[in-house]
């Protein structure tokens, strides 16, 4: 019997994917970088600003060490931006309002993002998605997801155990979190993710009226 249902948020209940890659690709093209499409800047998302940000320096999904100076030009142009466009093509899933109206009198709702959190309560509000008693980003605490830690925080956060909480994501930063906190996972299929893991998967965020 659950108690509470964590979400992810890129991914799993919006789609950011253009903006983000908008912002990206802006903050290379000031630094004379090369830039890069859609599709490879999505299987990029998932791990923060930070590594979104060494992966588009670098080109490589798990990037090598990037200088410091050009990091952090890096990071104030690419925030400056994705502050200032946050939602010009974002869009939330099919269903995601409504499966969390359906929850909400039913379970307590956490948010463990590995987003910065100070992009994260604009972005529900603009969406209409802000049904949370918990947001946690990926600068709130000193770990973020794969560590179980934020997942075992909002649990502490929410007054229940592990074992009675379900994390809903669609990355393998999800999965690890939620195995090595003890909870179960339920893996969105519509995510940025293609990792093959062995977690229960659903088509849409509708399925879950059904199995929650």
């Known amino acids: ?31 004379g970088q090369p830039t890069y499409d859609l599709d490879t800047i999505r299987s990029w998302i998932g791990g ?32 400056e931006h994705y502050n200032a466009n946050l939602c010009n093509h974002t869009k939330a899933y099919p269903h995601a309002k409504e ?10 709702l956490g948010l463990v993002t590995n987003k910065p959190y100070a992009f994260v309560p604009p972005i529900l509000k603009e969406l209409g998605l802000d049904y949370f008693n918990l947001i946690l980003g990926g600068d709130s605490l000193k770990a973020k997801k794969p560590s179980p830690e934020p997942l075992l925080y909002a649990c502490e956060k929410l007054g229940v155990a592990p074992q009675e909480a379900v994390m809903i994501g669609d990355s393998i930063n999800d999965y690890q979190a ?14 940025y993710d293609s990792s093959k893991v062995e977690a229960q998967k659903i088509p849409s965020l509708a399925t879950l009226k059904e199995i929650l």
């Open 1 to 31: 019997m659950k108690k509470a249902v964590l979400f992810d948020l890129d991914g799993t209940l919006i789609d950011s994917a253009p903006d983000l890659a908008a912002s990206l690709n802006h903050t290379l093209q000031v630094l």
């Open 99 to 108: 499966v969390l109206e359906y929850l909400r009198p039913h379970y307590r």
């Open 48 to 79: 923060g600003a930070t590594l979104l940000l060494q992966r588009g320096l670098t080109g490589q999904m798990e990037p090598a060490l990037v200088d410091p100076k050009l990091f952090k030009k890096a990071k104030e142009i690419f925030f």
């Open 178 to 191: 939620a195995k090595a906190a003890g909870m179960d996972m339920i893996w969105v299929a519509h995510g």
